[in-house]
C-alpha cells in the first residue's frame, strides 16, 4: 500500500465517523432528508465565500458554507411554521432554490476556477492526497485530513458534552423542555454540527456520498440496536468498514470511490435490511405469518367451541365453513395437533381438554382486551410455533 | 432575444415547447405528490434513476434518449418500492428511507458512470447531462415523447379522476368501497416516477423536485378543490417553464434548469404572501381585524361593567375613567359609536340600550354568535 492508498482510506474512514455520529440523531429524529437539502444548500455559501476571499481553502468558505446550510433549516423551519405547506415539501422547495442559486452564481462568475458543480456534487476522494499542508517545508499531510480530523474531533467533544441533552431531546422533547433544556438550542447545534460536517466531507467525498454516509450506517445500526451508545458505535463500525471496502472495489474497478463506498454502504444497508436478528425484513415476514397463523388457530378453536354438529367439524367440510384456502386449513390443523389443541377422530375434530383450557383462556383475554398476556398464554401452551 | 424568435428560432421553440409541457405534467403530477405527503419522492427517483439510465447504456451500448429512459423509469420505480418497503417492514420511518435510497442509488449510479467512461466504447459523452439537466439538448422528438406522456397521464387522471381523489383523502375509505387501493397506488406513483424521468434531462437530478413540487405547492395556496388545484398547478407549471426559458435565453451564462426553478419559487413566495384565502398578508390584516374587534368587545365589556353601577344604563360618564383600561382609541371609541353601541358626547360617553344588550350576551355561550 502507497502512502497516498492509506491517506485516502484513513480520510474515508473518519469522513465515515464525523457523518455516522450525527446521522444517528439525524435518523432517531426523522429528519434524515435534512442532510440531502443541507449537502445541496451549501453550494451558494461555498460559491460566496469564494468570492469574497478567492480562495477555495479559506475557512470563510466552510463557515459560510455551514451558514447556509443553517440558514436553509431556519427557512424551513418557518415556512413550515404558516402552515401553509407540509414540512417535506417546504425541504423539497427550498433546498432546490438555493442549490438553483449557487449554479446560477457558478455560471456567472466562476467558470474559470476549478469550482465546477460536478466537483462538488460528486467529490473526488483520489485527489485528496494532493492538496497537502505544508508547515514551513515540512509536509504535514493531506489538507482535507485535517479539515475532517479538526471537524471529527469538534463533534467528539460536543457530543461528550452534551450527551444527555441530546439523548433526551432526542427520545422525549416534551420532558427535555420541561426540565429546562432548550430544544431549540439543541436542535441549531445539531443542524449546525451537521452543517459543518457536511462541508467539511463534501470537498472529500461529495454531496451525495456524505448524504449516503450520514443516513445508511445509522439506518442499518437501527435495525440492529435498541440502545443508543451502541448505535453509535455500530454506525461508524458501518461507516469504516464501507470506506475501506469501498476504497478496494474501486481500485479493483478503476472506478469513482465515492460511487463504490456508497455501493458497500448499500450492500451492507441491504444485507442488515434483510437478515436483521428481530428488525429484519425477513424476520418481520416470518413473524407475520406466524401471527396471522395462529389467530387462523384462534378463529379455528373458536368455531370448533361454538359448534357441536359433527358435520361443521368433518375435516373435510372445514374449507367451506371457515373459508380458507386448502393450505392454510391443513397449516392450521397441523399446528393444532402438533401442540395436542385438538384431536381427530374418524375425520372429526375435537378439542382436547387441554385445547378446551386454552380456547376459554384466549377468549377471556380477548374479552377483557389484555393483550400483552396472550403471547404469555402462547408460551405455556405451545411446544411448537408454526 | 425578440418576441418572434419563439415562434421563428427552432431551438428556442422546442427547448419553449419542452419546458412548458414538462413544466404542466409535473404540475399536474406533482399535486398527488404533494397532497399525499410524498413530496420528496421526487428527490428521492430522479437520483434513483440513475443507475437505470447507466445500466440501460451498460446493456444495450447505444445511447439512444428513450432506452435511457425506459432504464430510468425501471430503477425509479424500484427505488420506489424499496422505499414502501422499507417503511412498511421496518421501524425506519418515510425520511430514513428516502434518503437512503437516494443516496445509495446515486452512488451507485456513479460507480456506474465511471466504470462506463473507461470502457473503450467512448460513446457515453453526455450521459452526465442527466445529473444537471441540460434544455438545450432537447430535440423535437424529445418533446413529441412529454407531449405523448403528457396526453397519456391526462386521461389515466380523467378516467380514475373519482377514485383517485378518494384516495388521496380518504384511503381507508377507498378500501372499504371496495376500490382496489393498491392498483390506484401504483398508477399514480408510475406516473409520478414518469414524469420525473421525463424532467431529467432537462432540469437534472437535483432541480426534478423543486418542478414536481413548486407549482402545486403553489397551486394549493389559491384552492381547496382538487380539480382547480390539478389546473392551477399545470398552468403554474407550463409558466415557469416558459418564463425560465425566456428568461435564460436573454442573457448568457443562466442554465435553463436553475432559472425555471427559481421562477418556480417566485410563483410560491408569490402564492404564499398574495393568495386571497390562505396567504400571509391578507391572514395578517384578518388577523389585525380580529384583534381590533376583540379589543373594542374588551372595551365594551368594560363599560358594561361601569354601566352596570347606575341604575340608568345611558348615564354618561367621562372618557377619562376608560384611561385605567388600556384596551381603546379614539378610533375604536369612534367604531363603537358607528355600531351604535355608545353615545359619545364631548368627553362623556353614555351606552345605548343597543349596547348593554350586546354586552350581556356577549359572554353567554348560549347566544347564538355573529361572527
Given at each position: 500500500m502507497s502512502n497516498a492508498q492509506i491517506e485516502i482510506q484513513l480520510i474515508a474512514a473518519l469522513v465515515a465517523i464525523a457523518c455516522a455520529l450525527p446521522g444517528t440523531f439525524l435518523v432517531l429524529r426523522k429528519m434524515a432528508m435534512?442532510?440531502?437539502?443541507?449537502?445541496?444548500?451549501?453550494?451558494?455559501?461555498?460559491?460566496?465565500?469564494?468570492?469574497?476571499t478567492q480562495d477555495l481553502n479559506s475557512p470563510w468558505l466552510i463557515l459560510l458554507a455551514a451558514l447556509s446550510g443553517v440558514l436553509t433549516v431556519f427557512i424551513v423551519e418557518q415556512i413550515q411554521?404558516?402552515?401553509?405547506?407540509?414540512?417535506?415539501?417546504?425541504?423539497?422547495l427550498v433546498f432546490p432554490a438555493f442549490f438553483s442559486v449557487g449554479v446560477l452564481l457558478i455560471a456567472q462568475h466562476a467558470n474559470d476556477v476549478h469550482l465546477d458543480i460536478d466537483a462538488v456534487l460528486l467529490g473526488e476522494l483520489a485527489f485528496a492526497p494532493f492538496d497537502r499542508l505544508y508547515w514551513g517545508d515540512m509536509d504535514l499531510g493531506p489538507k482535507s485530513l485535517w479539515v475532517i480530523s479538526t471537524i471529527l474531533l469538534g463533534t467528539l467533544v460536543l457530543l461528550i458534552t452534551f450527551f444527555k441533552e441530546l439523548k433526551l431531546s432526542t427520545f422525549d422533547k416534551g420532558l427535555a423542555t420541561s426540565l429546562g433544556f432548550s430544544p431549540v438550542l439543541i436542535h441549531y447545534g445539531l443542524m449546525s454540527m451537521s452543517s459543518v460536517t457536511v462541508v467539511g466531507a463534501f470537498d472529500?467525498?461529495?454531496?451525495?456520498?456524505?448524504?449516503?454516509?450520514?443516513?445508511?450506517?445509522a439506518a442499518a445500526a437501527y435495525l440492529l440496536t435498541d440502545s443508543l451508545k451502541t448505535m453509535l458505535v455500530l454506525s461508524s463500525i458501518f461507516g469504516v468498514v464501507a470506506a475501506v471496502a469501498g476504497y478496494w472495489v474501486a481500485y479493483a474497478l478503476d472506478a469513482s470511490i465515492a460511487g463504490s463506498i456508497t455501493t458497500v454502504l448499500g450492500l451492507l444497508f441491504f444485507l442488515v435490511y434483510l437478515f436483521a436478528p428481530k428488525r429484519g425484513v425477513i424476520s418481520v415476514i416470518y413473524k407475520e405469518k406466524r401471527q396471522s397463523i395462529e389467530v387462523s388457530l384462534l378463529t379455528f378453536l373458536l368455531h370448533l367451541q361454538n359448534h357441536s354438529q359433527e358435520e361443521e367439524r368433518h375435516v373435510n367440510h372445514l374449507q367451506e365453513h371457515i373459508n380458507w384456502q386448502r393450505v392454510r386449513s391443513k397449516s392450521v390443523l397441523d399446528l393444532a395437533l402438533k401442540n395436542n389443541l385438538i384431536q381427530i377422530d374418524n375425520q372429526v375434530v375435537f378439542l382436547t381438554p387441554k385445547g378446551q383450557e386454552f380456547t376459554d383462556e384466549a377468549l377471556r383475554y380477548?374479552?377483557?382486551n389484555k393483550e400483552?398476556?396472550?403471547?404469555?398464554l402462547k408460551d405455556r401452551f405451545f411446544l411448537f410455533r408454526g | 432575444m425578440e418576441l418572434q424568435d419563439f415562434f421563428t428560432n427552432y431551438t428556442l421553440r422546442t427547448i419553449t415547447l419542452g419546458t412548458a409541457l414538462l413544466g404542466g405534467i409535473c404540475g399536474m403530477l406533482g399535486s398527488f405528490a404533494v397532497l399525499r405527503k410524498q413530496s420528496l419522492l421526487g428527490d428521492a427517483i430522479s437520483h434513483a434513476a440513475l443507475p437505470g439510465i447507466a445500466l440501460a447504456f451498460l446493456i444495450t451500448g447505444v445511447k439512444d434518449s428513450n432506452l435511457l429512459l425506459v432504464g430510468a423509469l425501471v430503477s425509479g420505480l424500484i427505488g420506489t418500492f424499496w422505499i414502501k418497503g422499507i417503511v412498511k417492514r421496518t421501524r425506519l420511518k418515510s425520511d430514513t428511507a428516502l434518503g437512503l435510497v437516494l443516496s445509495l442509488f446515486f452512488g451507485f449510479g456513479m460507480l456506474l458512470l465511471t466504470f462506463i467512461q473507461k470502457l473503450p466504447n467512448a460513446n457515453q459523452a453526455g450521459l452526465d447531462k442527466y445529473l444537471f439537466g441540460q434544455a438545450a439538448t432537447l430535440v423535437e422528438k424529445d418533446v413529441w415523447v412529454m407531449a405523448i406522456v403528457t396526453g397519456v397521464s391526462l386521461i389515466v387522471l380523467l378516467l380514475f379522476w373519482k377514485e383517485l381523489k378518494l384516495l388521496l383523502f380518504d384511503a381507508e375509505y377507498t378500501k372499504t368501497l371496495g376500490f382496489n387501493t393498491r392498483f390506484l397506488d401504483i398508477l399514480i406513483t408510475a406516473f409520478i416516477v414518469l414524469a420525473i424521468v421525463l424532467g431529467l434531462q432537462t432540469v437534472g437530478v437535483v432541480l426534478m423536485s423543486a418542478m414536481l413540487l413548486a407549482p402545486a405547492a403553489a397551486a394549493r395556496q389559491w384552492t381547496n378543490k382538487l380539480s382547480t388545484m390539478v389546473g392551477l398547478a399545470a398552468l403554474f407549471g407550463a409558466f415557469a417553464g416558459v418564463f425560465g426559458t425566456a428568461i435564460s435565453a436573454s442573457s448568457n451564462n443562466l442554465s435553463t434548469g436553475p432559472v425555471i426553478v427559481l421562477v418556480a419559487a417566485a410563483f410560491v413566495l408569490l402564492s404564499f404572501v398574495f393568495s386571497p384565502g390562505r396567504g400571509l398578508l391578507f391572514r395578517e390584516i384578518r388577523f389585525q381585524r380580529n384583534r381590533n374587534t376583540l379589543k373594542e368587545k374588551k372595551t365594551l365589556a368594560f363599560m358594561?361593567?361601569?354601566?352596570?353601577?347606575?341604575?340608568?344604563?345611558s348615564h354618561p360618564h367621562a372618557i377619562r375613567i376608560l384611561n385605567n383600561f388600556q384596551g381603546f382609541t379614539r378610533r375604536t371609541l369612534k367604531k363603537l359609536e358607528e355600531q351604535g353601541l355608545i353615545q359619545i358626547e364631548g368627553q362623556m360617553w353614555s351606552m345605548t340600550p343597543q349596547g348593554y344588550e350586546e354586552a350581556e350576551t356577549m359572554y353567554s355561550p348560549n347566544t347564538p354568535e355573529h361572527e
Open positions: 435534512i442532510s440531502d437539502a443541507i449537502s445541496h444548500s451549501i453550494l451558494p455559501g461555498i460559491v460566496l465565500g469564494f468570492f469574497l411554521k404558516t402552515g401553509l405547506v407540509k414540512e417535506d415539501t417546504a425541504i423539497g472529500a467525498v461529495g454531496a451525495v456520498l456524505v448524504v449516503a454516509l450520514i443516513i445508511a450506517p380477548i374479552t377483557t400483552t398476556a396472550i403471547e404469555e | 358594561h361593567q361601569i354601566a352596570q353601577t347606575h341604575e340608568d344604563i
